[in-house]
Nanobody, 126 residues
Framework: QVQLVESGGGLVQVGGSLRLSCAAS????????MGWFRQAPGKEREFVAA????????YYADSVKGRFTISRDGAKNTVYLQMNSLKPEDTAVYYC???????????????????WGQGTQVTVSS
C-alpha cells in the first residue's frame, strides 16, 4: 500500500485560493493514479479530481471544473490540488487517495482507490 499525508487546508474567504498537497510514500506510489475527494458535514464523500500515474491526464467533477487544478511532481512524489475562486460549498474535509492498481489513467470511482490520507479541513467563509 501507499502512505499518504495531506497538508495545506485552512480557513479562507469566498473567492480566495488554497493549495493542498499530498505527500506519497511507498515503493509503487509514483506508478499510481491519484485522486482528491471531499466530504462535507452530513454528506457522502464525493469525487473532486484525479490524475493519471504519468500526470498526462486529469479529470474533474463538474462542480470544480475551471476552478481547481490537480497536478503531480514526480521528483517530490507529491500531488497537489490548486483551488481558486473558492465558494462556501467547497467547505469539506479533503482526502487524497491512491489507485489500487498501477499505471492507470485515473478514475472518479472511490472503489478504485485503496490508500487514503487522514484528510485536511478546508473552510470557506462568507
Amino acid at each position: 500500500q501507499v502512505q499518504l499525508v495531506e497538508s495545506g487546508g485552512g480557513l479562507v474567504q469566498v473567492g480566495g485560493s488554497l493549495r493542498l498537497s499530498c505527500a506519497a510514500s511507498g515503493r509503487t506510489s509514483s506508478s499510481r493514479a491519484m485522486g482528491w475527494f471531499r466530504q462535507a458535514p452530513g454528506k457522502e464523500r464525493e469525487f473532486v479530481a484525479a490524475i493519471s500515474w504519468s500526470g498526462g491526464s486529469t479529470y474533474y467533477a463538474d462542480s470544480v471544473k475551471g476552478r481547481f487544478t490537480i497536478s503531480r511532481d514526480g521528483a517530490k512524489n507529491t500531488v497537489y490540488l490548486q483551488m481558486n475562486s473558492l465558494k462556501p460549498e467547497d467547505t469539506a474535509v479533503y482526502y487524497c487517495a491512491a489507485d489500487r492498481r498501477l499505471y492507470r489513467l485515473g478514475s472518479g470511482d472511490q472503489t478504485d482507490f485503496d490508500s487514503w490520507g487522514q484528510g485536511t479541513q478546508v473552510t470557506v467563509s462568507s
